[in-house]
């Protein structure tokens, strides 16, 4: 690690350079203000350690310049000097200064506080590198309120590999590839885009996750990153809200593009978190339970809400359901047991 020196006089700017050396960090030495704030801005020190009086410009000045810098802000800055009075202290440290220690010093006792502050800087560094993983992760994919969420408490979220239990829905526009086939192609990414648009602000009005879009298709996750007790609840009502919605959202569209979305919810284990590579990554759910919702999905017509036993057993009685009994999926030896959702009943849609 490499900890700038900001000190005018040779005798303690060497004391400082020994001291560093023998607790094994790389020192960077600068005789003034102006050559240490130009050193921090090239050489990006994990710790800096600043006197008060040198040439050029003071050690409160240059303190309150680098924590003035998005880049360098986050770098701590030990007030080394013989400046020991309250006033000065408090100055230092409201200017961002993250410790004060007083000339003449115990070389113990330096060395013992470049440690503890490089070891909060480690901490703190992993903690910030964690919340823009998270947000780079989610923060297209999910409500800006479940993001605030987790970079509040970043150790909700794993974001490696997990088996969990998640509620999967897929939706899908009936007819798309007849449409497609008649209509130019900037006009028809317009309309798919919008149709999108109502799919997702829905998802995400339910705090879903949106996982991906699959040509004219959306999958949706619920249950994670944040777990979600009526996740199943949310992932039906999503679909309901979507389907409820069609009618005063197609009207802006010539009859030929008025599509019905069709929906496969299914609930059961995955294997959720970050898979990708190190250039691109998406988290995201693989596993049968993602297959099965979208295979639930390609057996829904005329705007249908179709969802597994596993899915059904989760509502409760809040929703008009009726059993369409047993289906063949592809990819499955045993037929599944199918349910559509018809709607939710009154006394529970607002509840």
Known sequence: MKVLVAEDNPNSRQLVNDILESIGYEPILAVDGPSAIAAAQAQMPDMVILDVNMPGMTGFEVCAALKSDDKLKHIPILMLTAQTDVESKVTGLGLGADDYLGKPFSPRELAARIDARLRNKAETDELRRTKELIKQTFERYVPSSVVDRLLQDPTQVKLGGQSQEVTVMFSDLQGFTTVSEHTDP???LSILNLYHALVVSVVQKYDGTVDKFIGDGVMALYNTPLGQSDHAVRAVRTALEIREGLESFNAQFESQYRMKI?????????????????????FTAVGDTVNLASRLQ??????????????????????????LGERNVKGRQESVLVYEVLGEKANTANA
Do not use: K, P
Not at 298 to 320: K, N, P, R, Y
């Open 262 to 282: 069709n929906f496969g919810i299914h609930t059961g284990i995955a294997v959720v978190g970050n898979i990708g590579s190190q250039q691109i990554m998406n």
């Open 298 to 323: 390609g057996l829904s017509q005329d705007g249908q809400i179709l969802v597994s036993q596993a899915t059904f057993e989760l509502l409760g009685s809040q929703f008009t359901v009726r059993e």
């Open 186 to 188: 900037e006009r028809l």
